[in-house]
């Protein structure tokens, strides 16, 4: 692979891209008993920077939100902010079926100090649009000053925010920002359509990342930057370069590790991931169970393979 220069492109937040380019979507470690670990979070947190990461998504998807406590979501902001705040943006996940949940815990991300806060479309519901619009403009106007960032994964949620809403949510100066995780670049390409560059869209999908760039995203809230975060950022540094023949080779050396971490319910492969590279952040809260031997020892095999950049 051709070298692109750390420092030829900046990944630092700019107009048009609130966030950076590589967000890591942090797992929560637990202890042997189930409680979170503060110290490992911070540790966890701290090296994610190091290697790459712009900002860190703290109790989304991959936090294993659905099981911790609003104090423990608390508890672990308070940490990681004590640990590289001001060196990377950290986003908040605030969001909730139950609109005045969601109304509540954003106004406190903006009071514990977030840079920004993730907002799921509400889940199990099934809201029409009707209801997402009145639901993200309330949650909006819970906290007017702090950036969020709308998250779409009808997988998990059950209904979708078709991009026409999305374009009239941009009526709320802080909607900024969006994860499309539908796994589809056309969800790009029609938020591009209706919402221009004003929004900024970031992959939600790591195997996805260079597709949706290339048509108009501009980075990814990522998985596989766990244990790959200089690769990822490699990749997309080649594309903004123009390298486009380098970056599709590094999409291609990703690609076996994106799709292990995707083989079985996340976080349970990207778990098991981290404690083959010397992290011990414990097994995910029920219902969700450790990887097998299999899964791990397919991430063995991969991780093992994967090229420097």
Not at 101 to 123: I, K, Q
Not at 234 to 246: E, N, P, R, T
Not at 252 to 265: E, G, H, N, V
Request: hydrophobic share 45%; aromatic share 4%; charged share 15%.
């Amino acid at each position: 692979m051709s070298q692109t220069s750390a420092s030829a492109i900046s990944t630092a937040p700019a107009p048009g891209i609130p966030f950076g380019r590589v967000l890591t979507a942090m797992v929560t470690p637990f202890s042997a008993d189930g409680a979170i670990d503060l110290d490992l979070a911070a540790r966890l947190a701290d090296h994610l920077v190091s290697q790459g990461s712009d900002g860190l998504v703290l109790c989304g998807t991959t936090g294993e939100s659905p099981t911790l406590s609003w104090a423990e979501q608390h508890a672990l902001f308070a940490a990681v902010k004590d640990a590289v705040g001001g060196r990377a943006q950290l986003l908040a996940g605030s969001g909730s079926n139950c609109t005045a949940e969601a109304v509540e815990a954003t106004a406190e991300a903006a009071a514990l100090g977030a840079d920004g806060a993730l907002v799921v479309v509400p889940y199990y519901n099934r809201p029409p649009q009707e209801g997402l619009e009145a639901h993200f403009r309330a949650v909006a106007a819970a906290a007017p000053q702090l950036p969020l960032m709308l998250y779409n994964i009808p997988g998990r949620t059950g209904c979708s925010l078709d991009p026409t809403t999305t374009a009239r949510l941009l009526a709320c100066d802080n909607v900024v920002a969006y994860k499309a995780a539908s796994g589809t670049t056309e969800e790009v390409s029609r938020l591009r359509q209706h919402c221009g560059e004003r929004l900024a869209i970031y992959s939600g999908d790591d195997a996805l990342t260079l597709p949706m760039m290339a048509v108009g995203a501009v980075g990814v809230v990522s998985v596989a930057s766990h244990v790959a975060g200089p690769q990822i950022r490699a990749l997309i540094q080649a594309f903004l370069a123009g390298d486009h023949a380098d970056a599709l080779v590094r999409h291609q050396a990703l690609l076996p590790l994106c799709q292990a971490l995707f083989c079985t319910t996340n976080p349970i492969p990207v778990k098991a991931a981290l404690e083959l590279c010397g992290w011990p952040v414990g097994a995910p809260r029920l219902p969700l169970v450790s990887a097998d031997t299999t899964v791990r020892e397919r991430l063995s095999s991969i991780l093992a393979a994967l090229r420097p950049t």
